[in-house]
C-alpha cells in the first residue's frame, strides 16, 4: 500500500454505508460520490465498484460522473488540499502573484502532492468571494484578500 | 447620482436570515397567501408576463413566457428548479440572496408551483456554497412547520414539496440541461435543444428552470402588481438589476438598482471611483461569458439589449481593470476558464477553446504571428457558430473584443515583442501558467 491510500476493504464499507444512508438510486448517485469523498478524501477505485453494485448500473457510468466533477477526486491527495482560484476577478486583483508565491513556497505546481503527503496543489475557477480576492481554500477553510506575505502565516497552520 | 432601488436585496442585512419571524415581519409569505387565496394559477402566471420580467441568469428569456410554456404542457408530474449554481467568475448575488434572505427564494419556488402545476422543486446549488445550502436547509424546515410547505399549504389544496441538491464543482452545471442530467446523476453535459425544459425537462416531465436573482422578484411583483415592476427599467428590461463590482475601484461590493445604469455611473457611485493610481482601460461585464468594454462604452446603459451596442450586462459581474492589466494576459486567463470548464461533448468547445489558449500562450511568449490574429478570429467564430451550448458559444468572446478594440495593442506583443502594461513573460515576468 502507497502512502494516502485508503485499504480496499475499508473503501467498500463507508461506499456501503453512504448507499444505503442516501438510498441506493441512480439520482443520488453525485451526493453518494460527494459523500463518500468527503470521508475518505478521493474515491478509490473498489468504492466505485461498490456503487455500481449497489446502484445497479455499469461501473463505466460511475466512473464518467465521478471523473466529472471538479470536487470529486479519483487519485489520492494530501492531507490538505488547496485551492487557488486561477478566474479573472482574482487574477486582476493581485492573484497571479500569489499564484507564483504559493508554488514557490510549497515547491508544487498544479495538481502535484507533496512527497511527505501534506499538500496537494490544485486550481479552481470561482468560488464566488470575488469582492475579496485574491481567495484561496485549505480543505474547508477559505482565505481572502489574501498576499503573498499571508502565506507561510496560513500554510503554517496546517500539519 | 443613481440611487439603488432594492427588491431582490430588500431585505439583506435587515432580517435574521434563519428566523422565519423574522421574514413573516417585512412581508415574508404574503405573497404566497394572496396567490392560495385569490388567485388562480393563469392569474399569476399572467402578472409575471405582463410585469415584463426577464432572466437573470444572462440571457434574458422573458420570464413569464416561461411560465405558461411549462403551464400548459400536459404532464402528470412537473418540477420546479432553482438554479444556484452561481459559477459565473465574478458573480455572487445569488449568494448573497441565499444566504441573506432564503426565505424569499422559498416562497417564490412555492408560488412558481402553484403557477404551472408543479408539486415537487428542487434547487441545485453549487458545491462550493455551504453556506447557502446550510441557510437554505433551514428556511425549508422552518417552511414546513409553520405550515408553508408541505401537504395543504396554509389549508389550501395545494401540495409542494423542495429538495436540496448540492452541486460537486462544474461551472457548466448552470446550463439548464446540464443542470437537469446533473440531478439525475450524470455528468453534467448538456443536451440538445429543443426539446427545452419546458416541455422535456427532469426525468423527461414539463421543468421550469428559474435562476435564484429571477425568483427573487417574483414575490414583489405579485404583492405590488405587475404595473408597479414594468415602470422600473428600461422599456426593454423591466425592474431592477443586482450589480457585483470589483477590480480597481476603490469600493468593492454589490448594489442594485434600475436596469440602464452605465459602467461610468456605476465605477463613479458604486465603486466609488476607480483606486488611487488607476486609470480605467477596459471592463469585463457580465462574467466571462460577457463582454470587454473599452473607455468609448462607459456611457453605454447597461440592460438586456445593451450587448447589441457591445456591452454584455448578463449576470452584472463588473471588473473594472486599470493600465495594470494587459488584454494578452487576460484572454488567457479567460481562454483557461472555458478550457478547463468545457464538458468536452462538442468538439468545437473541447478543441477550440484548447487552441485559443495555447496561440494566446505564444503571443504572450513573444512567439506569436499575425497569422495567429487570423486564426483566433476563425475559431471565435467557429465556437460561436458550432458549439453545442452557451459555454462553446460564447467562449470566444475574449478573442472578438480584444481584436476588436484593442488590435494595437495585441499586434505590438507580435510585431515590436512588447508587451505595453508590462505583464507577459516577454517583458522579463514569468506568466501565470
Known sequence: MTVGTIASDKARQVAQEVCQQHGATRDELIPILSDINRQLGYLPAEALDEISTQLKIPKSQVLSAASFYSMLSTQPRGRHVIKFCESAPCHVQGGREVWLALQDQLQLKSGETSPDDRWTLETTSCLGQCADGPVILVDEDIYLNVTPDQLSGILAKYK | ?433
Request: proline share 5%.
Open chain 2, 1 to 433: 447620482m443613481i440611487a439603488e432601488q432594492r427588491i431582490v436585496t430588500e431585505r439583506l442585512g435587515i432580517i435574521d436570515p434563519q428566523k422565519i419571524e423574522d421574514y413573516i415581519d417585512h412581508h415574508g409569505y404574503e405573497a404566497l397567501r394572496k396567490v392560495l387565496t385569490g388567485m388562480s394559477p393563469a392569474d399569476v402566471v399572467d402578472v409575471i408576463e405582463r410585469s415584463g420580467l426577464r432572466g437573470r441568469g444572462g440571457a434574458g428569456f422573458p420570464t413569464g413566457i416561461k411560465w405558461k410554456y411549462v403551464s400548459k404542457t400536459p404532464g402528470d408530474q412537473k418540477y420546479v428548479i432553482c438554479n444556484a449554481d452561481e459559477s459565473e467568475p465574478g458573480t455572487f448575488k445569488d449568494r448573497l440572496v441565499l444566504e441573506g434572505d432564503p426565505h424569499t427564494i422559498v416562497e417564490a419556488m412555492i408560488i412558481a408551483g402553484y403557477a404551472v402545476g408543479a408539486s415537487v422543486g428542487y434547487i441545485y446549488i453549487r458545491g462550493e456554497y455551504g453556506l447557502s445550502q446550510k441557510r437554505f436547509s433551514h428556511a425549508i424546515r422552518q417552511a414546513r412547520q409553520n405550515g408553508y410547505l408541505g401537504e395543504h399549504i396554509l389549508k389550501s389544496d395545494f401540495n409542494f414539496e423542495i429538495h436540496v441538491h448540492s452541486g460537486a464543482g462544474a461551472y457548466i452545471c448552470g446550463e439548464e440541461t446540464a443542470l437537469i442530467e446533473s440531478i439525475e446523476g450524470k455528468r453534467g453535459e448538456p443536451r440538445t435543444r429543443p426539446p427545452y425544459p419546458t416541455t422535456n425537462g427532469l426525468w423527461n416531465m414539463p421543468t421550469l428552470v428559474n435562476n435564484v436573482e429571477t425568483l427573487a422578484n417574483v414575490t414583489a411583483i405579485i404583492r405590488n402588481g405587475a404595473e408597479w415592476y414594468h415602470a422600473i427599467g428600461t422599456p426593454s428590461s423591466a425592474g431592477t438589476k443586482v450589480f457585483t463590482i470589483f477590480g480597481k475601484v476603490n469600493s468593492r461590493g454589490f448594489f442594485e438598482v434600475p436596469m440602464g445604469i452605465s459602467l461610468r455611473q456605476a465605477i463613479d457611485t458604486f465603486g466609488k471611483g476607480m483606486a488611487s493610481g488607476s486609470t480605467f482601460k477596459l471592463a469585463q461585464t457580465g462574467g466571462s461569458s460577457g463582454s470587454l468594454v473599452p473607455p468609448d462604452l462607459l456611457d453605454i446603459p447597461m440592460d438586456f439589449d445593451s450587448f447589441k451596442a457591445g456591452v454584455v450586462m448578463g449576470s452584472g459581474a463588473l471588473l473594472i481593470c486599470d493600465q495594470n492589466t494587459c488584454v494578452v494576459d487576460l484572454a488567457r486567463v479567460l481562454l483557461n476558464f472555458f478550457r478547463v470548464e468545457s464538458c468536452g461533448k462538442c468538439n468545437p468547445c473541447r478543441i477550440g477553446n484548447m487552441r485559443a489558449q495555447t496561440i494566446l500562450n505564444g503571443i504572450a511568449q513573444g512567439i506569436g504571428t499575425m497569422k495567429d490574429l487570423e486564426n483566433l478570429e476563425m475559431i471565435g467564430r467557429y465556437l460561436y457558430e458550432m458549439s453545442n451550448c452557451g459555454l462553446g458559444q460564447t467562449a470566444g468572446s475574449p478573442l472578438r473584443d480584444i481584436l476588436t478594440h484593442f488590435r494595437p495593442e495585441v499586434e505590438a506583443h507580435i510585431i515590436s515583442k512588447d508587451c505595453l502594461a508590462g505583464v507577459c513573460a516577454m517583458s522579463g515576468q514569468p506568466a501565470l501558467v
